[in-house]
């Protein structure tokens, strides 16, 4: 028996406070029909309360993009959430994320509330938003930097105000996996089946998705993040490599999820591209080095099976690079290395035209040129 994760992507609002990102209302679109394509179970389009784009971009969203349950993000305030409410009508399917930092540092620096006014905040926020939705989730802000029975009755408070998921945030990615997991198991057995329980991480210290995993492990039921780990600061769970760890992984950790993940790359360049965001070559899954290989002692392995030296071939993730052109050559490429490379196609060459080859791969990669064993064949052949 799998246990169903739910996938909440934050791409279009989380992902958009990276520093000089800024999505128009199209671009938003163009985004969501791809992260519903994906298989995301909620998309969480933006800030409704922010800025007239916002809400336009949440309502073309809720009217146009089907499949995805339609999310709006509102703080503790009647008017944020009367705007969301109204943004996201359209949708067949609609919900209210109301936020809140709960931490003393939060309460005393930035909302200036003692904690039974937060508590009472969350219960107003989320008793008004249900008369408009039954799906109302509760975001937990620093929750991590809050100590645990502050924690479970913010969560308590917002549970029996009627919200059916409550979410931890690890706003500034400090929590760690051992902790994260029991923290949910503890979580899990205060709450009734039926209150669905989610992990929302911040990658400050390159923790994003094992703390991610290590919720749904003690008990999670639902992961937000962004595609390419989008986000300000380190960015957010990458969910990409959740979802690709969840289905890699499937036996052992019988979760199932909706995510396509083999249209993750897609996604990702989508996300690239219209973000202007570059993704860093050796990002996992996404990034451009993910699937290649400079070594020239793991070629011949590789030939012979390419999973010596990848957990899974590129076609999982949408990749569709011939394992040719992924074989690339390094510096270190040595006239005698070349030589039985050469011979494992069955090409012989003079020493003076293996020198001349040698010394062609060499200039072209010295100009950070790429080149794969299909160019240096060709080349080889005379071409
Ligand atoms: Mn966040």
Redesign the pocket.
């Given at each position: 028996m799998s246990r169903p994760i739910q996938f909440y992507d934050?791409t279009l609002r989380?992902g958009e406070q990276t520093p000089f990102v800024v999505f128009s209302v199209e671009q938003k679109l163009q985004i969501a029909h791809k992260l519903a394509d994906l298989g995301m179970d909620i998309i969480e389009v933006g800030f409704p309360a922010a800025s007239e784009s916002e809400q336009e971009a949440t309502r073309r969203a809720a009217l146009e993009v089907k499949g995805p349950v339609i999310a709006g993000l509102a703080r503790c305030k009647t008017a944020d959430i009367d705007i969301t409410a109204k943004a996201c009508e359209a949708a067949d399917k609609a919900r209210i994320s109301i936020v809140l930092p709960i931490s003393d540092r939060h309460l005393s620096a930035s909302l200036r509330i003692t904690r039974s006014e937060a508590e009472s905040q969350i219960s107003e926020a989320v008793r008004h938003a249900k008369k408009y939705l039954d799906d109302i989730e509760f975001i937990a802000t620093d929750a991590t930097r809050t100590s645990e029975a502050d924690l479970l009755s913010c969560l308590k408070v917002a549970a029996e105000a009627g919200a059916m998921t409550l979410v931890v945030?690890d706003?500034v990615g400090c929590g760690l996996p051992e902790e994260i997991k029991s923290l949910f198991g503890r979580l899990r057995a205060s709450f009734s089946p039926h209150i669905k329980l989610g992990i929302?991480c911040?990658n400050d210290f390159g923790l994003a998705t094992a703390n991610s995993l290590a919720a749904l492990e003690g008990g999670a039921d639902q992961v937000e993040g962004t595609i390419n780990g989008l986000?300000e600061r380190a960015g957010?769970t990458a969910l990409e490599e959740v979802a690709m760890i969840l289905k890699y992984h499937q036996t052992s950790l019988k979760f199932s999820t909706n995510i396509r993940t083999e249209r993750i790359l897609e996604t990702s360049r989508l996300v690239r591209e219209v973000s202007g965001v570059v993704v860093q070559p050796n990002k996992a899954l996404v990034g451009q080095n993910a699937f290649l290989h400079a070594a020239g002692m793991h070629q011949q392995a590789m030939l012979a099976d390419p999973l010596t030296f990848e957990p899974f071939g590129p076609e999982l993730v949408g990749g569709d690079a011939a394992l040719e052109d992924r074989i690339i050559f390094g510096k270190f490429l040595g006239k005698n290395g070349l030589k039985r490379l050469l011979t494992l196609d069955g090409v012989e060459l003079s020493e003076s035209d293996l020198e001349a080859l040698v010394a062609k791969i060499r200039a072209a990669i010295e100009r950070r040129e790429t080149v794969s064993r299909r160019t240096m064949l060709a080349w080889a052949k005379g071409g």
């Open positions: 934050t989380d945030a706003t929302h911040h986000g957010n």
